[in-house]
């Protein structure tokens, strides 16, 4: 089994250091994968099978290549990903990003905040629910009982 990791797809350099910086100063010790665009982040989670499934999707929505509702819909799309935690983190306020974002299964929307300390307290939150607090759903294992639950009209 592989180590346990974070998936941050975020193209804004900046804001990947920033938010690296956040977890090393919260003492959050999970290692963090970074994908620059849409795309490369499809890539870690459907093509590298070495790599293994994160615990946690961090999901910025302005990418290039590939925007991150697309993303977010593979990934709802995709039976071994389809109950993965996503995490949108966008600057966008726009009503139709958060609705559309939920829609498509992401599990929660946050604003990244502008200022380091409140991101700093954002990220420390967001670590403390989603990697001690939460319980993730058991990797591959799932996908019969999933097709159990939901029915393929459903799914459609």
Known sequence: MTEPY???VE???DDQELLLRAFRRN???HKVRVAHDGL???DILFEDTEGGTPILVLLDLNLPRMNGIDVLRRIRQNERTSLLPVVVL?????QED????YTLGANSYVRKP?????????TRQLGQYWLQINQPPPE??????RKELVPAAEEE
């Open 6 to 8: 974070v998936l941050l």
């Open 40 to 42: 490369e982040a499809c």
């Open 98 to 101: 958060v609705v559309r974002s």
């Open 114 to 122: 502008v200022d380091f300390s409140e991101f700093v307290e954002t």
């Open 140 to 145: 591959g294992e799932y996908a019969v009982l």
């Open 27 to 29: 003492r959050i010790e």
């Open 11 to 13: 193209d804004n350099l």
């Open 90 to 94: 966008s600057s966008s306020r726009e």
